[in-house]
């Protein structure tokens, strides 16, 4: 990250970034849109517009006043930030979401499809060995997460 809290965005997922983006064209810069969540969040989620036009589609058919739809709201619409991927390929982080994950040198990227998380590494360390921890706890050894894909459709 630089000085002016620029991240790059791997090229991998810049690409489909751009895909996922109806209104982007060559030339132009792609949206996205960044959830940073609650106090216990401590990673930036950053969505496709595909994704965001999805998940969009999802709440829409939740029940209107619901406790469920009304906290889902609030983290998609009003723990978010839309932001733009500049000619350079980088993302402008704003200075309160880096200081709500502890952003301040690096950022480490984690892919899932049509979203991505960026984490402090530090922070991401601390969380897969905890969760790696806890997982182990329950699961056979050498499990193999694998076996929980559903079988394709033939």
Not at 45 to 58: F, G, K, P
């Amino acid at each position: 990250m630089d000085a002016k809290g620029r991240v790059s965005i791997p090229a991998s997922f810049r690409r489909v970034i751009e895909a996922c983006d109806p209104d982007w064209s060559t030339g132009s810069r792609a949206n996205i849109v960044i959830v940073y969540g609650g106090p216990e969040q401590n990673w930036l989620e950053v969505y496709t517009m595909e994704a965001i036009a999805e998940i969009d589609e999802q709440i829409d058919l939740m029940q209107r006043g619901s406790v469920e739809r009304e906290e889902i709201e609030e983290l998609m619409y009003g723990q978010s930030h839309e932001a733009q991927i500049d000619d350079d390929g980088r993302l402008v982080l704003p200075q309160k979401l880096r200081e709500k994950i502890g952003l301040s040198k690096e950022a480490f990227f984690v892919s899932a499809g049509t979203s991505f998380k960026i984490w402090d590494p530090e922070a991401y360390e601390a969380e897969q060995a905890a969760r790696n921890a806890e997982r182990s706890q329950t699961r056979p050894r050498n499990y193999d997460p694998l076996v929980n894909l559903p079988p394709l459709p033939r």
